[in-house]
């Protein structure tokens, strides 16, 4: 019977469920820049012991807010917020401008489509610029930005100083 309780024991150690081990180990995956996708992160989570999915890796990296950019080498990669505010300088704009691919508008909305995976920057931008510009706040997919702003009436201006913008 004793037998029987430490083989129990022992298999429940073989897997590790600790929520805020896991965050701490895939901001360090994230660091160190090993891996480049979900499916990667997963895998290198497992061979740390820990039960993952890649549902609980995508829920993962929403909680620790990492976001995907690309690096120097046109990969696309998961950063974490600290590490993407150190890499926009002050003045961005110029950098930015050839991510901006169009803009479009309604009565009370405005959408930016931008290149693969750079909304967040862009729309970073724009927030850093929210009261300059006129704008409530954005919300960034991969390559698309809607922008809130604080007066449908200047949407035309607003339109025009985005474009100065970049």
């Known amino acids: 019977m004793e037998l029987r309780s430490e083989n129990r024991s022992e298999n429940k150690n073989e897997l590790k469920n600790d929520s805020q081990e896991r965050l701490m180990i895939l901001r360090e995956l994230i660091r160190e820049g090993t891996g480049y996708n979900q499916e990667d ?12 999915t890649q549902s609980t890796i995508s829920r993962d990296l929403r909680r620790i807010g ?22 926009l300088p002050l003045n961005v704009s110029h950098s930015l401008g050839g ?4 803009i479009q508008a309604n009565e009370s909305l405005i959408v930016l489509h931008t290149a693969p995976s750079s909304a967040s920057l862009v729309a970073r931008h724009l927030d850093s610029l929210r009261e300059e510009l006129g704008i409530m706040g954005t919300v960034a997919g991969d390559d698309t930005i809607f922008i809130a702003p604080t007066s449908a009436k200047k949407i035309p201006a607003l339109i025009k100083r985005i474009k100065d913008e970049f």
Do not use: S
């Open 41 to 52: 992160f997963c895998k290198m989570l497992k061979q740390k012991k820990f039960d993952v």
């Open 66 to 87: 990492a976001v995907k950019t690309t690096n120097k080498e046109g990969q696309i990669v998961y950063m974490l917020p600290e590490e993407h505010q150190l890499t």
């Open 99 to 102: 991510l901006l691919m169009g």
